[in-house]
């Protein structure tokens, strides 16, 4: 990857356990990584924030059945139901980053390439999922 940084765009399960990510550069818009994060999978709702507010991740989400549950932005014009409660279960992803960033190579990105960065993220996933 080009750029200084690289950002993590990942997917997890209701218990807050990763089930698949996907890296980006740091420069990039967070909805870059959405697309291999949405192939077909079984699940029954997807939460996220403002930022993965874009037409054509509603539109994929709802092709596969599944209910949206992303606050919009203010400058939205077609506005559509959103369900609060069910919103506050998105802090199992928040918690699930500060975990993984609980890792020194995790959080200061000491691998040099993408594929081993990858691989210690799946370890430390495997070590958090064991705790």
Known sequence: MTGWSTKIIAMTDALGNLVRFT????QHYDT???APLLE???FKALLADKAFDAHWIVDALHAQGACVVIPQRKNRLD???????????????????CKLKEFKRIA???????KSFAAMIYL???IINSR
């Open 23 to 26: 890296l980006i550069p740091g």
């Open 32 to 34: 870059v990584g959405v």
């Open 40 to 42: 077909p999978a079984d």
């Open 79 to 97: 506005r559509r139901t959103f369900d609060a409660v069910l919103f506050k279960a998105r802090h199992l992803i928040e918690n699930f980053f």
């Open 108 to 114: 200061m990105r000491s691998e040099k390439t993408d």
């Open 124 to 126: 430390t996933a495997a």
